[in-house]
């Protein structure tokens, strides 16, 4: 268990610091200053927060004062949520205590062990045996929920201490001896999306999850769009929110969705095992997101307006080299016809799960929201060659078919999934406003290729001269 004490006189910091060594598994980092203590808290994850109010704002400056605490404490509350603080005062003010309740109390779940605990306390420090005694109850949570053996599957993760906090949380949260997570996805988020399943002492399954953890903001944002946007699907086409983590780990956080059985593949996975049943997938998807294509409207809008959806104008001039000559100007001021309504935003094939119901269902978030009508089925469909963990595509497309890709028919020609192929591109015709939104989709989705160290550049090139030829109707 990690405590910061922020204590700027040397003799009672000492006499804290003792006591709280005394008991077992506690280490004490001790700062004197809120210049000290905020950069501390910025370079590694505490547990608990023991902040004395008056102190100085800087080691060694005399100008110590109730508010450099209280910036501390702030900064905490705003960007490390997950973390309790402790104010510990000499200056025994109830009106301090009260306010500190009354207009910042929190109350959580902090161990997942079922009962709430306070997140911010005030201890007097005549009285510093009742922090002792919070200190130790804490650290005994802590303890149980350090005993749960967590151990990945699958390609290695290097996960940080506080997301590995929220699985053992997770956990802990239902009764279990261990904890297996595999990594299932990554896309424009930088949180994490791995398949966790926690385990009784007989090492039997007793929950499988998609657990996403990340920081704290991201997975806000996560949850806002699964209630605003995503719980509008059809019924079964989405893992149900099962937990959601807020507290204990710091500046981090973690929503878990439930699903049947403990087996969980992607749709990479249906398409290298069997063709022709991930082709059904489209098809299925598409019905999922029914509501939101009622709710569609259209627009007449520029190509570059399209573009920068996908990529700005700031990300498309650091690529500029990649262009190799390719001119976008007449392209990107030509006008056409759109629909636009909610969609996934990143819905590559690792994005679509099948748990043993062997249904199809939408996971990470973060990116829903309103946009052009084709995106989905077209990130779909060119997520099998631009993905890091598309399946093999046994040499195709050839850089020719890829500028055909327009023609799906031409371009899908002896891709070892091409009735998945055809059936992403009837999808993304269905719904959109028109066919050359189809292909200014698939012009901006090529174009944002370029800035990825790992995408294949010429076919990435290939597919928006094939675009621009199209809706310009000049070779490029």
Known sequence: MRILLVEDKPDFAATIDKALRAVDGCDVIWKKS?????????????????LDRRIPSEDGVLDDDASHGWDVFQTVRETLPGTSVWFITATEDADFSADVLNEFGRNGDIHCCGRD????????????????????????????????????????????????????????????????????????????????????????????????????????VERTRYYGEIARL????????????????????????????SEVSDLFAKLSADPDVGAEAPSQLRAAQAPWYSARDGERVRVGAIRRRLISDVALAKVENEFHGIDIAAVELLEIDVALCVQHGDLH??????????????????????????????????????????????????????????????????????????????????????????????????????????????????IIRGCITVLTGVAV
């Not at 959601?244 to 699903?259: E, L, P």
Request: aromatic residues 8%.
């Open 34 to 50: 809120k210049a000290t203590a905020l950069a501390a808290l910025a370079d590694e994850p505490f547990d608990v927060v023991l």
């Open 117 to 220: 605990d306070t997140v911010y306390r005030v201890f007097w420090k005549r009285r510093m045996t009742d922090c002792v005694a919070a200190v130790r109850a804490f650290r005994a949570d802590v303890q149980r929920t350090e005993a749960i053996n967590l151990s990945q599957i699958g390609e290695p993760v290097n996960l940080r201490p506080e997301e590995e906090r929220l699985l053992k949380l997770f956990g802990r949260r239902h009764d279990g001896v261990s904890v297996e997570a595999r990594p299932l996805s990554s896309g424009l988020s930088g949180a994490r999306v791995l398949r966790v399943t926690v385990r009784n002492a007989a090492g039997q399954a007793i929950v499988t999850s998609i657990a996403k953890v990340g920081a704290f903001e991201e997975i806000r």
């Open 234 to 261: 059809i019924p079964g086409s989405t893992p149900q929110l099962t937990g959601d983590i807020t507290h204990g780990a710091s500046g981090h956080a973690g929503i878990f969705y439930g699903v049947v059985g």
């Open 349 to 462: 094939c690792a994005n679509v799960l099948f748990d043993d119901r062997d249904l199809p269902m939408f996971i990470d978030y973060p990116e829903a929201g309103r946009t052009l009508a084709s995106l989905d089925p077209i990130a779909l469909e060119l997520s099998t060659i631009f993905h890091k963990h598309a399946p093999d595509r046994h040499g195709w497309p050839s850089e020719g078919q890829a500028r055909e890709w327009p023609d799906v028919g031409a371009f899908a020609a002896g891709a070892p999934f091409e009735a998945y192929l055809l059936a992403c591109r009837d999808w993304a015709i269905s719904v959109a406003g028109s066919q050359q939104e189809v292909f200014a989709v698939g012009y901006a989705y090529a174009l944002r290729q370029l800035k990825y160290a790992d995408t294949d550049k010429d076919l990435a090139r290939a």
